[in-house]
């Protein structure tokens, strides 16, 4: 067995472990060319209609709280994946997630990808420094290349675009986005301006989707504020009651949202260790978008995408898709 094939097995079986951090979109599109929608999550079940290549999808629930498993269990050749029980438009059934994607999607290039789907025949962009003093997002082409790789003992894939340089991130969408001005963070790092981008206790940081040239309008400007307690406990300090929460500085009485939900631990003894990694506006509605990092597993932390034009009523962002990698 290839040791890559290892590797990505022991991610599925810590995947399956961390239940209660477990994350799934809540809108999916067939990337496959077609795709059988069948009565139970299984590759022999009845077969209730195909579904042609982007097709939107309900999520509804994963089987077996998304333990992956092969696509044919008697075959070891087979895709690993999960099985996801979801709603078309007149159908209720199961697909297999290897022929699915998020209608958004968060990328790193150059990264490694363990996952066994090809790229997703999806509108590309990155996200890249236009100066010295914002962002902006170009539509972009992809492809997996294969690279060998020391560390994990032989060839492995990452994820590589048409451009000179490297972007910050990649969004995979179904539907395109406007390109050019995206932000005010340009080379910004938060480090080098005597704050920190740790959202720790105690920690409060704002985010807003910034003015491109000429434009004067005035934009929401939300802040995040982490709270919690502290207390050293056994030879190591430990936080208690940590809480995220996102606050409408424009609102009047001031209003705040709950993010703790999205940075949950995957164990309560362990410390939270979230940071704010990007902000600025995506999806072009004059809102704050953010990604925030934290590392819920023993062994992993993930980056997640929030945003504004996703948010529900109550709401200023939504939690829309994660990007997880191992710690090594």
């Not at 985010?207 to 207390?231: E, F, H, Q």
Request: charged share 20%.
């Amino acid at each position: 067995m290839k040791p890559i094939f290892i590797l990505f097995s022991a991610f599925s079986f810590f995947t399956v472990s961390a239940q209660n951090a477990a994350f799934f979109q809540e809108e999916l599109v067939v990337t496959a060319n077609s795709l059988n929608l069948r009565e139970s999550p299984d590759a022999n079940a009845k077969k209730i209609i195909s579904l042609p290549q982007g097709s939107l999808l309900q999520f509804l629930e994963a089987w077996n709280n998304g333990q992956y498993t092969q696509v044919d269990t008697t075959d070891e050749n087979s895709p690993i994946g999960r099985w996801l029980k979801v709603r078309t438009k007149n159908h209720t059934g199961w697909v297999f997630d290897v022929y699915v994607s998020g209608t958004t999607e968060l990328y790193y290039e150059q990264t490694p990808q363990f996952t066994m789907r090809s790229v997703s025949p999806l509108f590309w962009y990155g996200v890249y420094a236009r100066d010295s003093f914002s962002d902006e997002l170009r539509k972009v082409q992809v492809r997996l290349a294969e690279e060998p790789n020391e560390f994990f003992g032989g060839n492995i894939k990452v994820l590589k675009t048409n451009q000179k340089e490297t972007s910050k991130f990649l969004v995979a969408s179904h539907i395109p986005l406007k390109t050019g001005y995206c932000g005010p963070l340009g080379v910004f790092d938060p480090n080098q301006m005597f704050f920190s981008k740790a959202l720790g206790p105690g920690s409060q940081l704002s985010i807003y989707p910034g003015n491109d040239m000429n434009d004067t309008l005035v934009k929401p400007t939300y802040g995040l504020a982490a709270t919690g307690c502290a207390r050293f406990e056994d030879n190591f300090v430990r936080i208690f009651d940590y809480q995220l929460t996102l606050l409408d500085y424009m609102s009047e009485p001031m209003a705040t949202q709950d993010l703790t939900q999205w940075v949950k631990t995957e164990f309560p003894e362990t410390n939270p260790s979230v940071d704010l990694l990007w902000f600025g506006d995506l999806d072009h509605d004059n809102k704050p978008d953010a990604i925030i990092q934290d590392c819920p597993y023993e062994v992993g932390c993930r980056a997640s995408l929030f945003l504004s034009s996703k948010a529900k009523n109550g709401e200023f962002l939504r939690k829309v898709c994660e990007y997880y990698w191992p710690e090594g």
